[in-house]
């Protein structure tokens, strides 16, 4: 596993911070979501480039206590293309993730949501010259979003996901994020 410090860090104190806090209905659920996934290609002595495709998840959780949960589930990022220097190149993410997940009620229907865990990402990428590679990286994952009950069965839910650096290797790497919206049903 390859941790940054800092996200190491920020990782602990999201977590430490959304737990006391946190407030959210016990049980299974399950969730999916659609959005955007914004990924940025850094590419020594070409330059770099961004690139934002359609996504989408799904996933599931437990709410363990009103006040902390574990979720699991699975990102489709899309796949990115760009010319750098005349060189093309295209991206195509796919990550596992794991989290702790806290909430900060606002009322009775809607909470303000946080997330702290390990992201598990496989990325093809491939040039326009006949490369290609599959790149496995283990990052951490931060989120931060909001839930909106309908009902007691079913929510609106729309969270924001930094994944970090996807890929890293030596004269390339890759980051990415996903913003998403989509609808949580509680067993």
Same mark, same amino acid.
């Given at each position: 596993?390859? &941790? !940054? ?6 990782? /602990?104190?999201?977590? %430490?911070?959304?737990?006391?806090? #946190?407030? $959210?209905? $016990? ?8 959005? !955007? ?7 020594? *002595?070409?330059?770099? +480039?961004?690139?934002?495709?359609? #996504? ?9 206590? $009103? ?19 005349? +060189?093309?190149?295209? !991206? ?5 993730? %794991? %989290?702790? @997940?806290?909430? /900060? ?5 809607? #909470? ?10 496989? @990325? ?12 496995? =990286? ?9 839930? =909106? ?5 079913? !929510?609106?839910?729309?969270? =924001? ?7 890293? $290797?030596?004269?390339? *790497?890759?980051? #990415? ?5 989509? /609808?949580? =049903?509680? &067993?």
């Amino acid at each position: 596993m390859k &941790f !940054s410090h800092f996200k190491f860090a920020a990782s /602990l104190i999201v977590a %430490a911070v959304a737990l006391p806090a #946190a407030a $959210q209905q $016990q049980g299974f659920y399950s969730d999916f979501s659609v959005g !955007s996934s914004k990924q940025h290609l850094i590419v020594d *002595n070409l330059g770099d +480039f961004n690139d934002r495709t359609t #996504a989408w998840k799904i996933l599931g959780g437990y709410g363990i206590t $009103q006040y902390v949960g574990v979720e699991g589930g699975y990102i489709e990022l899309g796949r990115a293309r760009a010319n750098i220097a005349g +060189f093309s190149f295209e !991206s195509k993410p796919r990550t596992f993730f %794991a %989290a702790i @997940t806290g909430a /900060l009620p606002v009322n009775t229907q809607f #909470a303000l949501t946080g997330k702290a865990g390990v992201a598990i990402s496989r @990325t093809r990428i491939s040039d326009g010259a006949g490369f290609s590679t599959t790149e496995r =990286y283990t990052n951490s994952l931060l989120g931060i979003g909001a839930t =909106y009950k309908f009902t007691d069965k079913l !929510s609106l839910v729309g969270e =924001y996901e930094d994944l970090g650096k996807i890929v890293k $290797q030596p004269g390339y *790497n890759l980051k #990415a994020n996903v913003t998403s919206i989509g /609808l949580r =049903y509680q &067993f």
